[in-house]
């Protein structure tokens, strides 16, 4: 029996392969390609298109590294015992850090993708034969919103409510609301009726979404909270301790976990959860296509226009798209829309208005009408001028001669 070898064809065009080959000629080297096969493959194992695995980010941060080192054979890195490998992994690190590249990116993303280089190397049986997760992600509990309003409500700490928030109601993974949105790299600004936050980086794929926009209800329980107002919220103060200390998702999810189960309910319980929450209801919403939904869970949107691009990038466009999922992923309050009733009012006030202009039209037809039968007749003044008042009082014109 001949097992089938996996190698890049089996994912990608030949084409995208080439490309990646000119840009990173590191994809050359043979322990790289095995490394990245194996990548893809458990990628795409778990369910996922090979197209949306990000092989462009483990390319680029690989050839930093061997471009800094002076390295032109990656398999060379292989040959280097543990300890110099960490060594020289501890002092790149630090160099990135103190060039002014954001810590959170460096200590997880480039950190986790360098180390995977030296761990994966292709072998089919290094990871087990490809079966179905088992363990907390089968029965996991499906939250709509009056579970997680119960378990909002005996979280008992402000803090845990904030933080169940955040994850339902921007649909942000665990590490971009307990780490990167404190991170000082963002600043709350206002548009129309709502904050946002600029060029969000996500950091599990370093996706940007250009606007990252909160319920007011989200906004109005971090000031209850943390007072002020929440044009000068510092993002850092968020998910705090009275203490100052942070809030540690451990924590979080342990009450989680201990409510839904006094709750009665039997399913699993994660912090994902309240991500898939969101996920779920922003991907059942019929009015919005595929590429925003995406962009908005922070994943790589397919195939963009360039029209497209530059609609993402407007605020005015993008606000209007993300309005019609506020009222959607809100817990505890409503969000009325005038919209509709007033655009409503206005028409009917304007067809109000187009009946009295015509029956003043008409009117004044009328009253032309009877003016030149009364000039044929060469009536008195005085017998004209009466008429003329017979008429306008008729007609409730209201005129003084």
């Given at each position: 029996m001949t097992l089938e070898k996996i190698t890049l064809n089996s994912f990608f065009e030949p084409k995208l392969i080439e490309k990646w080959q000119n840009k990173y000629p590191i994809l050359l080297n043979r322990a790289v390609e095995d490394w990245i096969i194996h990548k893809v493959d458990r990628y795409t194992r778990s369910g996922r298109p090979a197209k949306r695995f990000k092989i462009t980010n483990y390319l680029k941060y690989l050839n930093d590294y061997c471009k800094y080192y002076g390295i032109g054979n990656p398999s060379a890195l292989l040959k280097e015992t543990i300890d110099v490998r960490n060594d020289r992994l501890i002092r790149y690190l630090s160099f990135l850090i103190k060039g002014g590249r954001n810590e959170v990116t460096v200590r997880n993303a480039i950190q986790s993708v360098l180390?995977?280089?030296?761990?994966?190397?292709?072998?089919?049986?290094?990871?087990?034969?490809?079966i179905r997760k088992t363990g907390e992600n089968q029965n996991e509990?499906?939250?709509?919103?009056?579970?997680?309003?119960k378990i909002q409500t005996k979280m008992e700490r402000p803090e845990y409510r904030l933080?169940?928030?955040?994850?339902?109601?921007?649909?942000?993974?665990?590490?971009?609301?307990?780490?990167?949105?404190?991170?000082?790299?963002?600043?709350?600004?206002?548009?129309?009726?709502?904050?946002?936050?600029?060029?969000?980086?996500?950091?599990?794929?370093?996706?940007?979404?250009?606007?990252?926009?909160?319920?007011?209800e989200l906004t109005n329980l971090m000031t209850d909270i943390y007072g002020g107002d929440s044009a000068e919220l510092d993002l850092q103060r968020i998910l705090l301790t009275k203490t100052g200390k942070n809030i540690r998702r451990e924590d979080?999810?342990?009450?989680?976990?201990?409510?839904?189960?006094?709750l009665g309910y039997k399913e699993n319980m994660k912090l994902h959860c309240f991500r898939k929450f969101f996920d779920s209801v922003i991907l059942r919403h019929g009015d919005l296509d595929l590429e925003f939904k995406e962009h908005l869970l922070g994943h790589s949107a397919i195939n963009l226009s360039g029209s497209y691009n530059m609609n993402l990038k407007d605020i005015e466009w993008f606000y209007e798209k993300w309005r019609k999922i506020e009222n959607l992923i809100c817990i505890d309050s409503v969000v009325i829309d005038r919209t509709a009733t007033d655009l409503k009012d206005v028409k009917k006030e304007n067809s109000m208005l187009k009946k009295q202009v015509e029956i003043l039209l008409e009117s004044k037809t009328d009253l032309?009408?009877?003016?030149r039968e009364l000039n044929n007749a060469k009536p008195s003044k005085k017998d004209l001028k009466d008429m003329i008042m017979d008429i306008m009082r008729k007609e409730k014109i209201n005129v003084r001669f």
């Open positions: 180390r995977s280089f030296y761990s994966d190397r292709g072998n089919p049986t290094s990871d087990g034969l490809a509990i499906i939250l709509d919103k009056e579970i997680i309003r933080a169940v928030k955040f994850l339902t109601q921007t649909g942000l993974r665990t590490d971009d609301i307990f780490i990167g949105l404190k991170s000082g790299n963002y600043k709350l600004q206002k548009y129309k009726d709502h904050f946002f936050i600029r060029n969000f980086v996500t950091m599990k794929t370093g996706i940007v979404i250009n606007f990252l926009f909160f319920p007011k979080v999810w342990g009450r989680a976990k201990d409510v839904v189960k006094k032309e009408k009877k003016v």
